[in-house]
């Protein structure tokens, strides 16, 4: 499976809570819109709301086109001459619609001029919700470039819906809704599957440390198995130069009777690694590297992704 793409397609979320505010000329969506308009939603550079400003199609215009220059349109201007925040944290550099599929392709490079994530997030969130408002997109794919991450293909891929974003003011600001891979152990313990678990995006928590502590957790779905020992705790994570560093508790080291040490092992290297900016892992048992794990697998090296215990169903031909 390719490194996590992202993002998967989300639709969990069945209500939003919008930050809207009146400043300047921004409507709130209680407000009744003009025939053949949306709301566009753009960054409040001061309270870091996302605010709308009634914005009228073009009817001569193809879908394509409309989409093409909305697009410029949050891309380049300004509202009330704020700093664009959207413009800030990414840059467009090309965008595509798809018929057959409902979907909006952008391709953009973060530019992280602002050197803070949750603009990034803030932006993804205004251009999906102001495209989704479209009869004839369902979805929103960004293509995103960074060339300060350790990415195989330089590139993620991450999928929106209307119901991805949701602006929970008690928790502190828009979270992101996002998928990653795990890997956990098959009924014997032998091999290992592959789980997908749908988890919040904050700037307060990593992915690396969600990774782990989902792990921790092990699986709620029936014909999975835990990979981690009972009372494993994460002492701390930390990424560099695309190793990531994870240093657990000597729990780690307890026998756990139904899972073979290597599944234990690459369960922690393979979710890892389906990050988009983990390579390799490093494993340290109490803040020190340890020589052997369970003294069967040598464990002071680094670790990369090995899909050779992970189960895949075989086809047969018809």
């Known amino acids: 499976m390719k490194k996590w793409i992202s993002v998967l397609l989300i639709s969990c979320m069945v209500w939003l809570l919008f930050g809207c505010s009146d400043a300047g000329n921004a409507t709130t969506e209680t407000e009744v819109l003009s025939e053949n308009s949306i709301y566009m939603y753009y960054i409040d550079s001061t309270s870091l709301e996302l605010l709308t ?71 993804k969130a205004a251009i999906t919700k102001t495209l989704c408002q479209l009869d004839y997109v369902d979805y929103v794919q960004f293509e995103i470039y960074d060339s300060s991450t350790m990415m195989e293909d330089g590139k993620t891929l991450e999928t929106y819906d209307e119901y991805s974003f949701v602006d929970k003011e008690s928790e502190g600001g828009y979270l992101e809704k996002g998928v990653i891979t795990l890997y956990f152990a098959n009924s014997t313990g032998d091999m290992l599957l592959e789980y997908d678990k749908m988890v919040e995006i904050t700037n307060d928590v990593s992915l690396e440390q969600l990774v782990i502590e989902s792990l921790i957790a092990g699986p709620q779905r029936e014909g999975y198995s835990p990979t981690m020992p009972v009372g494993t705790t994460l002492k701390k994570i930390s990424i560099k130069d695309g190793v990531c560093y994870v240093d657990l508790s000597s729990e780690f080291n307890n026998t756990l009777n139904t899972c073979l040490d290597t599944v234990t092992i690459y369960s922690v290297v393979n979710s890892l690694c389906a990050l988009p900016t983990v390579n390799k892992v490093q494993f340290l048992i109490d803040g020190e590297k340890q020589e052997f794990y369970r003294e069967t697998i040598p464990m002071d090296g680094m670790f990369e992704r090995s899909l050779d215990l992970v189960y895949v169903e075989e086809m047969t031909e018809e």
């Open 53 to 123: 400003e009634e914005y009228e199609l073009i009817m001569d215009e193809s879908e394509s086109k409309n989409v093409s220059i909305l697009l410029k349109t949050m891309f380049d201007e300004k509202i009330d001459g704020q700093t664009n925040l959207i413009a800030s944290s990414m840059k467009m550099i090309r965008c595509s619609y798809i018929e057959e599929s409902s979907m909006v392709k952008i391709r953009v490079n973060v530019a992280n001029e602002l050197n803070d994530q949750y603009y990034e997030v803030l932006a």
